[in-house]
């Protein structure tokens, strides 16, 4: 090889590590990007199991909350049975007789 083939070939040589570097770069900002988006879904599972357990919560006090006045009712109902009966057994209990 004579002195113009080195340096030609030293030329290319250059301009691939150039672009190689360049290449590597763009690689580099890729690779921190794909991190960055990883962290961020991390942090938007995490985010997600809170929200999960939050609806959970508050669906059971909704249920809770819905149930109450079926409860009252119940409530209400059974002490009326319970006056009703006590005056039959009373009315029976004092011979058929009105007072």
């Given amino acids: 090889m004579n002195q113009d083939e080195i340096s030609e070939k030293l030329i290319e040589v250059d301009q691939r590590s150039k672009s190689n570097k360049h290449r590597l770069d763009s690689m580099e900002k890729r690779q921190d990007n794909l991190e960055q988006l990883t962290n961020s879904f991390s942090v938007m599972q995490?985010?997600?199991?809170?929200?999960?357990?939050?609806?959970?919560?508050?669906?059971?006090?909704?249920?809770?909350?819905?149930?109450?006045?079926?409860?009252?009712?119940?409530?209400?109902?059974?002490r009326v049975i319970t006056a009703v009966v006590g005056a039959v057994v009373g009315y029976l209990l004092s011979g058929g007789r009105l007072p």
């Fill in 46 to 78: 995490k985010e997600q199991e809170y929200i999960k357990e939050d609806v959970g919560e508050i669906k059971a006090d909704v249920k809770s909350l819905a149930e109450k006045p079926g409860k009252r009712w119940e409530s209400i109902v059974e």
